[in-house]
Structure formats: C-alpha cells, structure tokens
C-alpha cells in the first residue's frame, strides 16, 4: 500500500472514530446543560478541563518525540516506550494529587471524595503510550476501537445516572474517569498482542534522561498552549463566577467538532513530516505545503458556515437556555482557521527539531493570552475572553508560519489564499451585522468558499479542473505540487 494511501486510510479512520467520540461526549453535554443547574454544569465542564490540562502534563510530549524517533529509528522503540511509560506513570500520579488538592480546596464537602477518587485515573494515562506503535506504523483500527468503547460506556453510564435521576457533577466526572481508564488499558492490551512494551524501565538512565531532555521543550509548549487555551476559563470562573464560566464553556465545547479535523490528519501525518525532513528535505516543502493548503481548504468554510448559524447552531445544542451564548460562539468560530493553522506549524516546528522555538511562541502566546484576559474580561465578559482566544490563535499561527520559513525558506502562504479568505471574512462580517435571515440563505456559502479554494490551490481533480474555464494551468500546477 502507498504512503499515499495509509495516511488517506489513517486520517478517515481518525476522523471518523473521533467524531462518533465527539457526538457521543456532545450528546452527554447537550444532556447535562439542560438537566443541571448553570452553576453545576459551569463546575463539570472546569474539572474535565482541568483533567485535560493535566492529561497533558502527564504526557509532557514524550509520545511526540518517542514517535517521531521511533519512525527515523526503529530499533530504538522498545527502549523509548519503557523510559515513555514509566515518565507518564510518576507524572501521572502527581497530577492526581494537584487534581485532589484543587478539589479539596475548591469545592464543597458532599462533593470533594467524588472528584479526587475521578482524578485517580490520571496514572493510567501510561498505558496510552501503546499508541506510540499504531501512530508510526499507521495502523489506527485499535486506536478508534479503543475511543469509541471508553465513550459508548461514558454514554451508556450518564444515561443511567440521568435515568435514575441521580446526576452530579462528582458521579459524572468518576463515569468519565472510569472510561478513560477502560479506553488506555484496551488500547494497551490491543498493542501488546503484536508489539511487546516492557512496563518498566528497560533504558539505560542516561538513554531516558536524553530523551527527556528532548521532550521537554515540546512539553513545556504543549502545556503552555494548553494554558493559553484554557487560561480564560480559570479567570472568568474566579471574576465572573460559575454562570459566566458555563455560558462560555458551552459553545466552546462546540470547537471540539472542528478541532477534530487537524488533530486526527497530523496524527497520521507529523511521522511522515518528520522523515521528509531527515531524509528528503526537497520532498518536505511540497508535503507541508500541501498540508496547510487542504486544512485551509476545510478551515475556511466551517467558519464561513458558522459565524451566520451561531443562533441556530448553539440553540440547537442547548436550548434556548443558552441563547445568549451565540454571539461569544460567533467569535470563537472565527479563530477556526488560526486554530488549523496553528496546529500545523506547531507539528512542523518539532518535525524541524526546532522544539525550543515552539517553547519560546508558546511562552509568548500564554503571557500575551493572560494579558488580554484579565484585561477584557472585566469589560466585556466571555465576549472579552472570546476575544482574547482569536487575537492570540492567530498571532501564534503567524508566527510558527515565520519560523518555520526562516529554518527551512519554505513558506505555506500564497496568493491563493486571497479569494477563498476575502469571500470568508466578507460573509462573516456581514453575518454578523444581519441577524435573522432565513438559514437557506447561508448554506451556500461554504460550498462557495471551497470550490473558490479547491480552484485556487488546485486540489480538484484534474479532469474537473480542466472543464472549467481558465482552469488547465490550475490542473498543471496542481500536479506539479
């Protein structure tokens, strides 16, 4: 099978195992936004953030690094996932007792064992490092099945509580704890049948200190974007109180659909980013490129779609109850494109080894997002914080862009970019003044936006390009790239 092919194979296995994720975990949400109180669904949705932020503290970029070595050395595997797999086992087990530490500090008695015995199952991150393997050898069957059991279970257990009309904040996060635990230990067993991973250290100390030395910037970044990510959310629960935080979770919560797309492509893509860059450095440029054009291609028109629907598209999801949440949505869909962008050069800093200057844009980008928050939010709310997430998203995605093109003189921008991102930013912008209009007058725009894409960066089919007028030294150039 071609390269090609696997990561086309890989991607819309990803892509597809995430989404029924996504609409199962949104489903649960849309349940809890109309059966709780604001107040207790502002607190469910700050604990599954913070066990986010600290699920990736516990990785640290270890299984980014593990795989990008792992793919230019393979003999090197064992030893990498056994310095891996211990890491996130210590690390694990001291992000459960910052998560008990907050809980007992934070919340109220009835509630305080429930939420520490959730953040118990932090250490079992660990058994994700099996994911190392199906990540480089592309095989994401196992991964998906994994995903989707952990959350049929999360569905079927909130049902049950919800049925049984005992539904809580703390019962809901030890259901979503408990099938995170079921999700890592089945994609480890799964992994094990075929690649056998030693459960301790089987490095040499200075083997695993040198790997960490070069996780460590990619960490220290990730964990720096996840706090100017979610940095807002900790400051509007402390200056704005639980309500404010939940009418701005909610239509965050909505970003996960299309965060899906680049998180499950560069899955399938960062190895082979990684190896072009190692071993055929004319073949990187292209590649990259190509990249950046088709999340742009996918980027553009979910925005372009959303920012006219944000009414339609939050009610829908969560009742009227949560009407005055659209035009916050409005905002943070607009960071859509920024968000594709970022991802990627994110990915192609580390696939350069240039891991200390994503450190460095990350560091910038939480200081510049803090900033901006405690700034905004007093003015303006949610709205303010909203905000701060487009400006940030989008000078980060800008400058990864600049120093990837300094590293390598490879840029992913062109002029092609104008039409499809003029026709996107008119639409939004008139959106947003002309409320009320009927939704069919909308729908055609994101078509709009990806054909005059497609046309532009020449991703249509060469046959479909060279009927259209004007469109042949598209097709050529197309082909050529």
Same mark, same amino acid.
């Given at each position: 099978?071609?390269?090609?092919?696997?990561?086309?194979?890989? +991607?819309?296995?990803?892509?597809?195992?995430?989404?029924?994720?996504?609409?199962?975990?949104?489903?649960?949400?849309?349940?809890?936004?109309?059966?709780? &109180?604001?107040?207790?669904?502002?607190?469910?949705?700050?604990?599954?953030?913070?066990?986010?932020?600290?699920? !990736? %503290?516990?990785?640290?970029?270890?299984?980014?690094?593990?795989?990008?070595?792992?793919?230019?050395?393979?003999?090197?595997?064992?030893?990498?996932?056994?310095?891996?797999?211990?890491?996130?086992?210590?690390?694990?087990?001291?992000?459960?007792?910052?998560?008990?530490?907050?809980?007992?500090?934070?919340?109220?008695?009835?509630?305080?064992?429930?939420?520490?015995? $959730?953040?118990?199952?932090?250490?079992? /991150?660990?058994?994700?490092?099996?994911?190392?393997?199906?990540?480089?050898?592309?095989?994401?069957?196992?991964?998906?099945?994994?995903?989707?059991?952990?959350?049929?279970?999360?569905? @079927?257990?909130?049902?049950?509580?919800?049925?049984?009309?005992?539904?809580?904040?703390?019962?809901?996060?030890?259901?979503?704890?408990?099938?995170?635990?079921?999700?890592?230990?089945?994609?480890?067993?799964? @992994?094990?049948?075929?690649?056998?991973?030693?459960?301790?250290?089987?490095?040499?100390?200075?083997?695993?200190?040198?790997?960490?030395?070069?996780?460590?910037?990619?960490?220290?970044?990730?964990?720096?974007?996840?706090?100017?990510?979610?940095?807002?959310?900790?400051?509007?629960?402390?200056?704005?109180?639980?309500? #404010?935080?939940?009418?701005?979770?909610?239509?965050? *919560?909505?970003?996960?659909?299309?965060?899906?797309?680049?998180?499950?492509?560069?899955?399938?893509?960062?190895?082979?980013?990684?190896?072009?860059?190692?071993?055929?450095?004319? %073949?990187?440029?292209?590649?990259?490129? *190509?990249?950046? /054009?088709?999340?742009?291609?996918?980027?553009?028109?979910? $925005?372009?779609?959303?920012?006219?629907?944000?009414?339609?598209?939050?009610?829908?999801?969560?009742?009227? *109850?949560? =009407?005055? +949440?659209?035009?916050?949505?409005?905002?943070?869909?607009? !960071?859509?494109?920024?968000?594709?962008?970022?991802?990627?050069?994110?990915?192609?800093?580390?696939?350069? /080894?240039?891991?200390?200057? =994503?450190?460095?844009?990350?560091? $910038?980008?939480?200081?510049?997002?803090?900033?901006?928050?405690?700034?905004?939010?007093?003015?303006?709310?949610?709205?303010?914080?909203?905000?701060?997430?487009?400006?940030?998203?989008?000078?980060?995605?800008?400058?990864?862009?600049?120093?990837?093109?300094?590293?390598?003189? @490879?840029?992913?921008?062109?002029?092609?970019?104008?039409?499809?991102?003029?026709?996107?930013?008119?639409?939004?912008?008139?959106?947003?003044?002309?409320?009320?209009?009927?939704?069919?007058?909308?729908?055609?725009?994101?078509?709009?936006?990806?054909?005059?894409?497609?046309?532009?960066?020449?991703?249509?089919? &060469?046959?479909?390009?060279?009927?259209?007028?004007?469109?042949? +030294? *598209?097709?050529? #150039?197309?082909?050529?790239?």
């Amino acid at each position: 099978m071609s390269t090609r092919r696997r990561l086309l194979e890989g +991607s819309a296995i990803q892509i597809a195992a995430r989404i029924v994720t996504a609409i199962v975990g949104f489903s649960v949400l849309a349940l809890l936004s109309r059966r709780l &109180p604001k107040a207790d669904f502002g607190v469910y949705t700050f604990y599954v953030t913070l066990f986010y932020i600290l699920s !990736t %503290a516990v990785d640290f970029g270890v299984s980014g690094i593990a795989a990008r070595e792992i793919a230019a050395a393979p003999e090197r595997a064992s030893r990498l996932l056994s310095s891996a797999f211990t890491f996130k086992l210590i690390t694990g087990t001291l992000a459960t007792g910052l998560a008990i530490a907050l809980a007992l500090a934070l919340e109220p008695p009835g509630w305080r064992w429930m939420i520490c015995l $959730a953040a118990a199952y932090l250490p079992t /991150h660990a058994f994700q490092t099996a994911s190392v393997v199906l990540q480089v050898e592309t095989r994401f069957l196992p991964n998906a099945f994994s995903m989707l059991l952990g959350t049929l279970v999360f569905l @079927v257990w909130v049902l049950v509580l919800t049925i049984t009309e005992r539904l809580q904040p703390g019962r809901i996060l030890i259901a979503f704890a408990a099938t995170h635990v079921l999700s890592h230990v089945t994609t480890w067993l799964l @992994v094990r049948r075929s690649t056998p991973i030693a459960p301790w250290l089987a490095a040499t100390w200075r083997e695993t200190i040198a790997f960490l030395r070069e996780a460590a910037p990619w960490g220290v970044s990730s964990l720096l974007t996840i706090g100017y990510y979610y940095a807002d959310m900790f400051l509007l629960r402390l200056m704005k109180g639980e309500v #404010e935080l939940a009418l701005y979770n909610a239509p965050y *919560r909505i970003m996960n659909f299309p965060l899906l797309v680049p998180a499950s492509i560069l899955l399938a893509t960062f190895p082979v980013l990684s190896r072009l860059y190692v071993q055929d450095r004319e %073949a990187f440029g292209p590649f990259y490129r *190509r990249l950046f /054009h088709g999340l742009m291609l996918l980027a553009l028109p979910i $925005a372009a779609a959303a920012v006219p629907l944000r009414n339609e598209i939050v009610t829908l999801a969560y009742s009227d *109850r949560f =009407a005055e +949440s659209a035009d916050c949505f409005g905002i943070l869909i607009a !960071t859509v494109p920024a968000l594709f962008a970022g991802q990627l050069m994110i990915h192609g800093l580390i696939a350069i /080894h240039r891991q200390s200057l =994503a450190l460095a844009l990350t560091a $910038a980008g939480l200081v510049g997002n803090v900033l901006l928050n405690l700034w905004l939010i007093p003015i303006y709310g949610r709205h303010g914080a909203a905000a701060a997430t487009l400006a940030t998203e989008t000078l980060i995605a800008i400058g990864a862009a600049l120093f990837i093109h300094r590293a390598t003189r @490879v840029s992913p921008f062109s002029s092609r970019l104008l039409w499809p991102g003029l026709i996107a930013g008119v639409v939004a912008a008139v959106a947003w003044s002309v409320q009320g209009q009927s939704i069919w007058l909308w729908l055609p725009v994101p078509i709009l936006v990806f054909l005059v894409g497609a046309f532009r960066f020449g991703d249509l089919p &060469p046959e479909i390009l060279g009927r259209l007028p004007f469109a042949r +030294s *598209r097709a050529d #150039e197309g082909m050529k790239s």
